[in-house]
């Protein structure tokens, strides 16, 4: 009689023959059996390294053995034993009546720096008001530079390491403010130190004047004004403009005193609503009657200068130019030269020169250049009026 039959492998399906006096009656065939037997393999287990037996199949691969997964640990508040497994990423460190208890004893108040909160526990002697990140932070050391730890509840905290400030303390001396006269400390190390207060600096910052002649605004400044007060000087009335133009005008009409047999006085004026420009207005001394103009202009194209053009009243027409020149080759000096409308010839030059002795002042002297006998004129700034006095070029012959 025949003892043998087949079963089919429960995974492919194929005829397994099998033996009637078998113990075990196989489920699966060989090649099945072998690759199921390739889908096991071991690792190590993270506490004690021994080797675990896992399958490919699993979801959850264990990374300890049974044995190894759990230890005792104590509880951080009463000290009892804590079981907790290792593979726990936050393990609890107290027992859950333990925290429950203790838990009460916790609140919240805000740091004083960020504004987050703060864990505090009601037995603590000093309650914080900081993060401990948030308490402390660095600054520079002012004398150097070096970091310098700051606790946020100090009331005065220091700016300079102690050593760093017995060192420094030897290089500070007094000396006096040259606008008030008072005491002022400097530093021996500094490379521009202060002559002045800065309250007293801020009092004579600089401020914008409207200038006397053209009104347009100009910057008087703090060196100005310093240097006006220890000489005892009015502050600047002209802009730099008309000052610079003030010798070219009175070129211009001490030139034209040689044209008009009598004295001249000349005021400066403002012409125009939108764009003012300045107009020197020339005129007979003894009768007040307008006789010419002196205007400024800026001629040329690619290098320009000012240009003093005075025209006669009655016809409009022009009667000279004056420009910028120099004399002198060591000392050089700026001068004022008037030259004529129709030929073009220089006839005058104007140079700034002091007359006197006894009260010297500072006037402007015009010579003649083209005739022998150089005759010269004197041009002076005076101030006519009273109640509202203004100033005027008086010009006449010497």
């Known amino acids: 009689m025949n003892k043998w039959s087949t079963v089919h492998c429960e995974e492919c399906g194929c005829e397994i023959f099998v033996h009637e006096d078998w113990d ?11 690759e199921r037997q390739a889908q096991w393999y071991e690792r190590s287990c993270r506490h004690c390294g021994g080797a675990i037996r ?4 699993w979801d959850n691969v264990p990374d300890y053995h049974k044995e190894c997964a759990w230890c005792t640990v104590s509880c951080e508040i009463c000290g009892g034993s804590l079981e907790i497994h290792r593979a726990w990423e936050n393990s609890p460190k107290v027992h859950k009546e333990c925290r429950a208890k203790e838990a009460v004893k916790w609140y919240e108040r805000s740091c004083r720096h960020c504004g987050g909160a703060i864990r505090v526990h009601r037995d603590w002697d000093k309650i914080p008001d900081y993060h401990k990140e948030c308490a402390w932070y660095t600054v520079s050391c002012k004398i150097c530079g070096g970091s310098l730890e700051i606790h946020r509840a100090w009331e005065n905290p220091p700016k300079v390491h102690k050593e760093c400030r017995a060192k420094d303390a030897a290089k500070w001396h007094e000396v006096t403010c040259e606008i008030c006269g008072q005491r002022l400390k400097v530093h021996r190390d500094w490379s521009n130190p202060p002559r002045s207060h800065k309250e007293c600096l801020a009092a004579y910052r600089p401020k914008d004047v409207a200038c006397s002649q053209c009104g347009k605004t100009f910057t008087v400044s703090t060196g100005t004004q310093l240097k006006c007060k220890r000489n005892g000087w009015d502050l600047p009335k002209r802009c730099p403009e008309c000052k610079h133009d003030s010798l070219l005008i009175k070129g211009a009409i ?5 044209k008009y047999p009598f004295p001249l006085e000349t005021t400066i004026e403002q012409r125009g609503l939108i764009f003012t420009d300045k107009v020197a207005v020339v005129r007979n001394r003894r009768t007040g009657e307008i006789v010419a ?6 001629q040329g194209l690619i290098f320009t200068e000012r240009v003093a053009v005075a025209k006669a009243k009655d016809s409009g027409d022009e009667i000279s130019k004056t420009r910028e020149g120099t004399t002198g080759i060591i000392f050089p000096q700026r001068t004022a030269d008037t030259y004529d409308r129709h030929t073009g010839a220089r006839t005058h030059r104007t140079k700034i020169v002091e007359k006197g002795i006894i009260f010297p002042e500072r006037v402007a002297e015009t010579t003649r250049t083209d005739d022998e006998d150089k005759r010269k004129t004197v041009t002076r700034i005076e101030d006519k009026g009273i109640i509202l006095p203004r100033k005027v070029a008086r010009t006449d012959k010497e």
Do not use: N
Request: glycine share 4%; hydrophobic share 25%; net charge positive.
């Open 24 to 34: 075990h009656t196989p489920r699966f065939c060989k090649s099945c059996k072998a």
């Open 54 to 57: 896992v399958h490919r199949d």
């Open 293 to 298: 103009e002196v205007t400024m202009k800026d």
């Open 254 to 258: 001490g030139a034209l005193r040689d």
